[in-house]
């Protein structure tokens, strides 16, 4: 009997690869990436563009020369605090001007951004001083007393010795333009007034403080950022990003796209997170492009943005496009400026992609990345895109799909683990060596992340996404991780047990539900909004269980272990029957 041929595998060669056929003919089929750092490359655009507006927020410009002084200023202040080189320093702000001064202000003074979601609570936020060691964190005014609570419950050698406060009114224009005015409810949040926590000090005075830098010692491989993503623990962990593994988005974005100095995009992605950062942060100076900065998303105020700032690109997730085509006045909307459309983080409804193009003539470019791979390692490319796809491997990246248990290569059609080989991947998880190792497979000499994504790769190449290997429950993006959730209810008055699983939202994609063994003392009384207040109080929005249905118990293995997949497998089932009920709150954002 003949041998079984093997099955055809993905190919590292650009040019023989099955997608090669595809690759956009205006592109190069491999990138030479600067071996530069990120400070320098705020320092060439500030020279060549000093008076180039950088960013517009609220209708105020602020210069490359300008976010450059200032960067500068404060980061003398960092290193007069004590900031050492390679030390780490947490940023925790919304979408601001500030946001930015403060992360090339730390790279200025040759330390780690650790970039925190403005919405963690005191607990999750205490998580992240303590695991990256951070001692010095900066803030705006809304979210100090938060920094505060995570401080004074922290032991002394593990707490913060500086807090640098900022006003974020200080952004504004002195007179407001009603087309690029927030709403009055984002209008008052951003006038919060600076109440300084003990340790704190003002930004103003920080950054006015006349301090100068010494040296910039920083080398391409030096750590330069820390984001945390959720990990098997269940406890965020942070990702090792040098100025190298970030560069090559940087470089390879503005070519994808077609994106210039001339460029003008639309900045509401959160800054925090790896998308808006590589985006709207390193991006964007790395080009010397204009940046029209929201402090939320709003879509009316998107939409007369786009409009009257001739916005050329904009890269968001598919629920702010729900909510565009859901406004009352979108047939009034001008987004004809526009020439790409596009992000990730969840699949884009096909109806929607579909309307975008009829109504607008408008492609939406779909992609894919993790915080591990600073984000895309897939993108669709412009003219060839395909929906509800991944895309075709980046600039520099070897994709493949695997067996996630035998390790074995698989051929187009056939699902399995996505693994990617590419100079955006991270260098590991910070002080986690074990999970570092495990997170590796070594496939043709080179070491591939294993994503944790199940997936399979088409005759042409593209790559779709099937399942997650992972527990992870994404909401409109953002990654929730089921065991970090669990593990806060625990601490919920309410609570005796809790198990976490996804279930299907009409707006978010999916959504988080929890089912809860109320305590015994309140078992008669509880309801499933109390559960949902608390959560709301203690944990990020995007976190909260939108539904919570109570249960006597929980299925357990002999081991004692909540058998959480069969819970999972049970809430699908449930979500795919046509005469499931309607119970649970409606769907609808939340905040997250």
Known sequence: MAAQAPPETACSDPERAPHAAFWPPYLPRTLTIPETTLWFNLEVTARRYPRKAAYI????????????????????????????????????MQNCPQFVVAFYAIQRADAVVVPVNPMYKAAELGHCIVDAGARVAITSADLAAVVAEADAQLPAAQGLTQIVVARLADALPAELVPEETPAPAVLEWLRTEVRLPPRGVHWTEAVEAGCLPGPCMAQPDDLAL?????????????????????????????????????????????????????????????????????????????????????????????????????????????????????????????????RLEREYGIGFVEGYGLTETATATHINPPGRAKLQCLGIPFFGVDSR??????????????????????????????????????????????????????????????????????????????????SEVELLLFDCPLVQEACVVGTRDAYRGETVKALVVPRADVRASVSAEQVIDWARAHMAAYKVPRVVEFVDTLPKSAAGKVLWRVLQEREAAASASPTRGAGGPAPGPAGG
């Open 57 to 92: 927020f609220c209708g105020q410009a602020l210069g490359f020369g300008e976010l450059h002084r200032r960067a500068e200023a404060l980061a003398g202040w960092l290193q007069r605090a004590g900031v050492q080189r390679g030390e780490r320093v947490l940023l925790f």
């Open 226 to 354: 820390l984001p945390y993503t959720a990990g098997t623990t269940g406890l965020p962990k942070g990702c090792m990003h040098s100025h190298r593994t970030l560069m090559g988005h940087v470089a390879g974005n503005g070519l994808w796209f077609r994106a210039t100095v001339e460029t003008v995009a639309l900045a509401v992605t959160p800054m925090f997170h790896m998308t808006g950062l590589i985006g709207s942060v390193i991006g964007g100076v790395y080009l010397g492009s204009t940046q029209v900065l929201l402090p939320r998303w709003d879509c009316e105020l998107a939409a007369r943005l786009i409009a009257r700032r001739r916005v050329t690109h904009w890269t968001c997730v598919p629920t702010m496009i729900v909510d565009m085509l859901a406004s009352p006045n979108y047939a009034q909307f001008d987004l004809h400026s526009l020439r790409h459309l596009g992000g990730g983080g969840a699949a884009m409804p096909q109806a929607l992609a579909e």
């Open 401 to 482: 799909i695997i067996d996630p248990d035998t390790l074995r290569e698989l051929g187009p059609g056939e699902v399995g683990e996505i693994v990617t080989h590419g100079p955006m991947v991270f260098m590991g998880y910070w002080r986690q060596p074990q999970a570092t190792e495990e997170a590796f497979v070594q496939i043709d000499g080179k070491a591939f992340f294993r994503t944790g994504d199940l997936g399979r790769r088409d005759e042409e190449g593209y790559f779709f996404l099937a399942d997650r290997l992972k527990r992870m429950i994404n909401a409109s993006g953002f990654k929730v991780w089921p």
